[in-house]
């Protein structure tokens, strides 16, 4: 198809390509679990693991008052933690490259392009980084493309969230009205792992996907002090999305995050869309979500990032190198926000008393 012949060198996106990166890994730690079809997730970890001193859960340690019983973070030995997650969605697989280049980066000082990352090479030192590339192989696994960019919108539904029964598309939204989709389906798109489990709509309470379980064991053991689910938006502008069904808090360090990466886009000539605070505190709840999941899980920042994709689709239409760009400035981004939280968490557990 057209939208396979230039792919750069460093775009990276295949199941073989986190089997290899992985497989690579020395500086860091590799964790893994089984997907509903069988495949390998990988969670990488660099850093050194934080003794968070936890004597209750998260709920617990709320209801006394004091967070420091799920997670004291006050203590000097204390390192930042951040927690990237790629591919939740199989169709949408821009976030996976990045985070094996980053893992890249982190491993050799380089990416695939073989560009130097100095600042970036040594990270470890000082920051606890969790990357999981994919964290939805089987849905990977329904799209047999490197890249989607060039793609028509409608062949992308058709491989994103697949068709009904009678051969129509599922698409977006009404894809999420019926869970799991598996009996429902005619062609099951990468939304889906292989029973039909939509991850970031998954009953959180009794997960019913390993691979949710997975992202909220994660989240729960290491506690990262910033959560980001990388997606692909289409060919909407790059942009984190606002959190709806979350505390204030947590919106207003998503806007100011927004803010700030906004700045940082522009001074290298690209843009992204910063969303307002979404007030949704009415019934029912609205956009209850994995990135509510991980919030209450272990009560830090997740938020979710869309990408623009590149495809045959509207005005705004990316480039590989642009996508790319967007994304390492979004890490770049990240990684300043958890250098600078040791403010904030004074300021959360002062708020909880
Ligand atoms: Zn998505």
Known sequence: MEQNKKIPVFWKSALADIEETASKVRKGNIRMIRSAGG????????GRK?????????SSASGCGDIRCYADKTGPDIRPGLFLV???????????????????????????????????KNLDEWLNIYIIPCLNPDGRARVPFESVCGMSFEDFRYYAQGTWK??????????????????????????????????????FFSPMAEETRFLLDMADEYVPDATVLLHGGTN???????????PMYFKEETRKIALSLQ??????????????????????????????????????????????????????????????KQHMLLFAEMIEYVRNLPERRAVKIAAAK
């Open 236 to 246: 909407a502008p790059n942009m984190l999305l606002q959190p709806a069904c979350v």
């Open 263 to 324: 700045k940082r886009c522009q001074k290298h000539g690209m843009s992204t869309l910063v969303k307002d605070i979404e007030i949704s505190d009415n019934m029912p709840p609205v956009k209850m979500n994995a990135v509510t999941a991980v919030t209450m899980k272990c009560g830090e920042l997740c938020m979710t990032y869309e990408s623009n994709q590149g495809l045959d689709r509207g005005e705004l239409i990316l480039t590989h190198e642009e996508i790319y």
């Open 166 to 203: 009678d051969g129509s598309l599922a698409g977006w939204p009404d894809c999420k009205k019926v869970h799991p989709i598996s009996d429902a389906a005619g062609h099951l798109g990468g939304y889906y792992n292989d029973d039909g489990i939509n991850i970031m709509h998954d009953d």
């Open 39 to 46: 495949r390998p997730v990988y969670f990488a970890q660099y």
């Open 86 to 120: 790629g591919a939740m969605h199989g169709a949408e697989f821009e976030g996976t490259v990045a985070l094996l280049n980053l893992i890249n980066i982190l491993e050799t000082g380089r990416d695939f392009a073989g560009d130097d990352y100095p600042e970036w």
């Open 50 to 58: 934080n003794d968070f001193r936890r004597t209750a859960n998260l």
